[in-house]
């Protein structure tokens, strides 16, 4: 799978700000029909993503649509099966059934298409106390490649503030990790952090989110693209570290030993792998 440190909000009906998030350096966009979208201009939306994709892109994109409950799904559906997109960003999940039902439709409309059934990815959005505690089952739909947060939506259905130190969000991150694990899938991407003003707030937020498990965050602004790539980009010291850690213990299990020390660490099989994730990540962001 590409690299998805940062992927780019932008408007789905709004073409100049498309242009200037391809341009913006995000591993990929998304085009936003769902919150992003005025109610009056939903369709307006849809027919400026054909626009849109008409031209061959740099980056993947994404569609975020309306959640599984609303009366845009089916129309929004219908406006993109078919264009070269990566996969569809569900909003508002809270359950696997609603995943399933989502999945029956996409499978009509495939089919319609002469597409192959399943063609189509799908990352739902969970962002209520309903979602997180459902996060297993949400995971293991059809069609699902990875979850995303929706932190804001979720500060606001528990009834608190995203605050800088992120307590409140800590629960519902390791149960998206924990899940994305369990279900066999990539990690979950990490929700937008609301202040794009302030770097170092953004910057506190995605090493927590790396730290917890998660691939990779969400952004809203151009200006949040590059400080996520660098934290959620292998450092040199961390890949000096891993290589010393894979190279060591090769040269142990030649001698049959199983249990090495780096640095004075113990480090056992489990640390290796780790070491290998992280070189493989590294190596497919060229470096």
Same mark, same amino acid.
């Given at each position: &799978?590409?690299?998805?440190?940062?992927?780019?909000?932008?408007?789905?009906?709004?073409?100049?700000?498309?242009?200037?998030?391809?341009?913006?350096?995000?591993?990929?966009?998304?085009?936003?029909?769902?919150?992003?979208?005025?109610?009056?201009?939903?369709?307006?939306?849809? %027919?400026?993503?054909?626009?849109?994709?008409?031209?061959?892109?740099?980056?993947? *994109?994404? *569609?975020?649509?309306?959640?599984?409950?609303?009366?845009?799904?089916?129309?929004?559906? %219908?406006?993109?099966? $078919?264009?070269?997109?990566?996969?569809? &960003?569900?909003?508002?999940?809270?359950?696997?059934?609603?995943?399933?039902?989502?999945?029956?439709?996409? !499978?009509?409309?495939?089919?319609?298409?002469?597409?192959?059934?399943?063609?189509?990815?799908?990352?739902? @959005?969970?962002?209520?106390?309903?979602?997180?505690?459902?996060?297993?089952?949400?995971?293991?739909?059809?069609?699902? !490649?990875?979850?995303? @947060?929706?932190?804001?939506?979720?500060?606001?259905?528990?009834?608190?503030?995203?605050?800088?130190? $992120?307590?409140?969000?800590?629960?519902?991150?390791?149960?998206?990790?924990?899940? =994305?694990?369990?279900?066999?899938?990539?990690?979950?991407?990490?929700?937008?952090?609301?202040?794009?003003?302030?770097? =170092?707030?953004?910057?506190?937020?995605?090493?927590?989110?790396?730290?917890?498990?998660?691939?990779?965050?969400? *952004?809203?602004?151009?200006?949040?693209?590059?400080?996520?790539?660098?934290?959620?980009?292998?450092?040199?010291?961390?890949?000096?570290?891993?290589?010393?850690?894979?190279?060591?213990?090769?040269?142990?299990?030649?001698?049959? !030993?199983?249990?090495? %020390?780096?640095?004075?660490?113990? *480090?056992?099989?489990?640390?290796?792998?780790?070491?290998?994730?992280?070189?493989?990540?590294?190596?497919?962001?060229?470096?």
């Amino acid at each position: &799978m590409f690299p998805l440190r940062t992927l780019l909000f932008t408007p789905a009906d709004d073409p100049r700000k498309g242009e200037k998030a391809f341009t913006a350096g995000a591993d990929a966009v998304i085009l936003d029909l769902e919150d992003a979208v005025a109610e009056a201009r939903k369709e307006r939306a849809r %027919q400026q993503i054909r626009q849109t994709l008409s031209v061959p892109r740099p980056v993947p *994109v994404f *569609v975020r649509i309306n959640g599984p409950s609303s009366p845009h799904i089916l129309h929004d559906l %219908q406006a993109v099966v $078919g264009l070269p997109v990566e996969g569809l &960003m569900l909003a508002k999940a809270e359950s696997g059934e609603e995943i399933r039902r989502v999945d029956w439709l996409l !499978s009509l409309l495939e089919q319609q298409h002469q597409l192959p059934v399943g063609k189509v990815k799908l990352i739902p @959005f969970v962002e209520s106390a309903r979602g997180i505690t459902r996060a297993g089952e949400i995971a293991a739909a059809p069609r699902v !490649s990875c979850l995303a @947060f929706g932190g804001n939506d979720y500060t606001m259905d528990i009834g608190v503030p995203y605050s800088r130190e $992120g307590d409140e969000l800590s629960f519902a991150r390791n149960q998206l990790v924990v899940a =994305s694990r369990a279900a066999g899938i990539a990690p979950p991407l990490d929700t937008v952090n609301p202040d794009f003003r302030d770097i =170092s707030f953004l910057v506190e937020d995605a090493r927590r989110a790396r730290k917890l498990g998660f691939q990779g965050k969400l *952004v809203i602004h151009p200006a949040q693209v590059a400080p996520v790539n660098e934290v959620f980009t292998p450092g040199a010291e961390e890949i000096a570290w891993a290589e010393k850690v894979v190279e060591a213990f090769a040269r142990a299990q030649a001698a049959g !030993s199983g249990v090495i %020390q780096v640095e004075g660490k113990m *480090v056992e099989l489990p640390i290796v792998r780790r070491a290998e994730q992280l070189l493989a990540a590294a190596s497919r962001l060229g470096k």
